[in-house]
């Protein structure tokens, strides 16, 4: 499989992470991107680099939300889970950079529970998405034109249903940036079976 060092871009991905995340959800994207040579940074909103998922698996972060300027990244991609979901909302630096970003379309990945935070600003409001089961009714309330498949990418929109779909949220940022190329590379060097 070729290593991050000869497939390197210049994309960098920003991913958000708040106390009670779904720590699969983070990790299993963030490994993909990885393996295709994106670099991507877990950037923590609260005010410590160590933050506790849903499970209580301690992550530490490269940097404080208050340490980058957000807009530097070519895509946010928020982690869902419970209370990680609710705590991403909460932020205001957070909820302004998806609402700037979707309005200028700039890419925004949000997964699981996640998605619920786009549809409740108002920004899905006409566009393809998807999200955990538990939460496509919110999604549908503010306008989304929902679907069960297991990502849903529209433009510059990439959402998706949960944990176990994670790897093949990661497969299609890949695409984006890098083609299908780069996907075949990672899905043989993770030995992906779908």
Do not use: W
Request: proline share 4%; aromatic share 4%; net charge negative.
């Amino acid at each position: 499989m070729p290593t991050p060092a000869t497939l390197t871009t210049d994309q960098k991905v920003a991913v958000l992470i708040a106390e009670g995340l779904e720590e699969v959800e983070a990790l299993a994207v963030v490994d993909v991107l990885f393996r295709a040579g994106i670099r991507t940074d877990l950037i923590s909103i609260s005010d410590s680099l160590t933050v506790t998922s849903s499970h209580k698996v301690v992550l530490t972060c490269e940097a404080l939300l208050g340490e980058v300027n957000l807009a530097d990244y070519d895509l946010v991609f928020l982690p869902g889970g419970i209370p990680g979901t609710p705590n991403l909302k909460a932020n205001a630096t957070l909820t302004a950079e998806v609402t700037a970003r979707m309005r200028d379309g700039r890419p925004v990945a949000a997964i699981c529970a996640a998605p619920s935070i786009l549809a409740e600003l108002g920004l899905l409001e006409g566009c393809a998405a998807t999200s955990n089961p538990n939460f496509m009714e919110v999604l549908a309330e503010h306008g989304a034109h929902t679907s069960e498949a297991a990502v849903v990418v529209d433009g510059e929109l990439f959402t998706s249903r949960g944990m176990g779909t994670a790897v093949e949220l990661g497969l299609e940022i890949v695409r984006h940036y890098l083609g299908d190329d780069a996907v075949a590379a990672v899905k043989r060097g993770i030995v992906y079976q779908h």
